[in-house]
C-alpha cells in the first residue's frame, strides 16, 4: 500500500483562487517532499519539510506538516493556469534512501 | 546540463519479448531509481541503487532486472514482458545524503506490452 494519500483526488479551481490539498502518512518520516506532474511530462521537485519543520514557504507555496498527526498540507496561492497538474507527496520513511509517492490530487486552474 | 536522460521514449513490445530502458545522469548523484506510474496508482518503486554497483528491490520488483556498471548509467531490463508491465516509467537519480533529499526525473518511457 502507499505511505502517503492525497486528499483530495482532484481539484477544480478558478484563477486568482487558492488551491490545498493533503498528504497523509502511516509511518515515521525523515522529511515529506512535495512534486508537480504536468501532462506526460516527469515530475519536478516543489518543496521538501523535514520532520523537525511545521511550515514552509516558497514563492507561492506553503507547506505544513503535523507529525502527531501524519499530515501534511499544500497550499498554492493565488493560483494561475500554468498551476494546472498534478501534485503528489512523497515520504522518506525513517530507514531512508529512498521516496514512496501517494496517487496525486489532480488540480485544474480555470482561467 | 540535460540531467537525467531516459530512451527510448516509446516502445511497443509482444508479450514475451524483452527490452531494456536506459537512463543516463550528468550530475554525478550517488542515488538512481526506477519508478512506473499506472493510471490512479502514482509511483510504485521497481528497483533503486545507493551508489554504483549496487542494487536494491523497491516495492514492485518482480519481472525486472537493474544493473548499475557505471555511475551515470542505471539501466531497467525485462526479460520477458507481460502486458501487466504496460506503463509508464520513470527514472530519477538524487544526491544522496543521510536521508533522501530531492529527486530529478527523466521525461518518462512509455512502454506497451501487446
Known amino acids: 500500500s502507499q505511505q502517503g494519500e492525497e486528499d483530495p483526488q482532484a481539484l477544480s479551481i478558478q484563477e486568482g483562487e487558492n488551491a490545498t490539498m493533503n498528504c497523509s502518512y502511516k509511518t515515521s518520516i525523515n522529511n515529506l517532499q512535495w512534486y508537480r506532474q504536468n501532462s506526460g511530462r516527469g515530475l519536478v521537485h516543489l518543496i521538501l519539510i523535514r520532520s523537525n519543520e511545521r511550515e514552509k514557504h516558497s514563492g507561492r507555496l506553503r507547506v505544513t506538516l503535523d507529525t502527531s498527526k501524519k499530515s501534511s498540507s499544500l497550499l498554492i496561492t493565488a493560483s494561475r493556469a500554468a498551476d494546472t497538474a498534478s501534485y503528489f507527496c512523497a515520504t522518506d520513511k525513517a530507514a531512508g534512501n529512498k521516496l514512496t509517492f501517494g496517487g496525486g490530487t489532480r488540480v485544474l486552474v480555470k482561467p | 546540463n540535460a540531467g537525467v536522460t531516459q530512451t527510448p521514449k516509446f516502445r511497443v513490445l509482444k508479450t514475451g519479448q524483452s527490452m531494456t530502458l536506459l537512463c543516463a545522469q550528468d550530475?554525478?548523484?550517488?542515488?538512481m531509481y526506477w519508478y512506473r506510474q499506472d493510471p490512479g496508482m502514482g509511483l510504485r518503486l521497481i528497483h533503486y541503487s545507493v551508489g554504483e554497483g549496487t542494487t536494491a528491490k523497491g516495492e514492485v520488483p518482480d519481472g525486472y532486472n537493474v544493473s548499475r556498471l557505471k555511475k551515470q548509467n542505471f539501466l531497467l531490463g525485462l526479460e520477458s514482458a507481460a502486458p501487466s508491465q504496460t506503463s509508464v516509467y520513470f527514472c530519477a537519480s538524487s544526491y544522496g545524503t543521510s536521508d533522501t533529499g530531492e529527486l530529478f526525473f527523466g521525461e518518462g518511457s512509455r512502454l506497451t506490452v501487446l
Open positions: 550530475m554525478n548523484h550517488e542515488y
